[in-house]
Nanobody, 125 residues
Framework: QVQLVESGGGLVQAGGSLRLSCAAS????????MGWFRQAPGKEREFAAA????????YYADSVKGRFTISRDNAKNMVYLQMNSLKPEDTAVYYC??????????????????WGQGTQVTVSS
């Protein structure tokens, strides 16, 4: 059974930082590209960042480029999202997701096979 478990969310002031982690199990981790999406109340789920199976290629939404960094540790089956210079508009539930290699970097949630339960990030002004 595939499981993706996010952690590291919380409440932070604007300008602060958080590091999200996602632990993957039940799948061959290097067979998947990984992504982070987020969903704010009343809004659709949106792409934030993605990373290829090797970690060589990374992809970012314009709204987070230069502030967020995605990385992965294939030896530990982990993917991370370092979030700096956080803004109130970054407030959302953040989800980790796994996509087949052919969809590496995809912005579309429908192209991801597996999802975590999400972790809440709240940025106060």
């Amino acid at each position: 059974q595939v499981q993706l478990v996010e952690s590291g969310g919380g409440l932070v002031q604007a300008g602060g930082s958080l590091r999200l982690s996602c632990a993957a199990s039940g799948l061959t981790f290097t067979n998947y590209a990984m992504g982070w999406f987020r969903q704010a109340p009343g809004k659709e789920r949106e792409f934030a960042a993605a990373i290829s199976w090797s970690g060589v290629r990374t992809y970012y939404a314009d709204s987070v480029k230069g502030r967020f960094t995605i990385s992965r540790d294939n030896a530990k089956n982990m993917v991370y999202l370092q979030m700096n210079s956080l803004k109130p508009e970054d407030t959302a539930v953040y989800y980790c997701a796994a996509a087949p290699l052919s969809y590496a970097g995809s912005y579309y949630p429908g192209e991801y096979d597996y999802w975590g339960q999400g972790t809440q990030v709240t940025v106060s002004s």
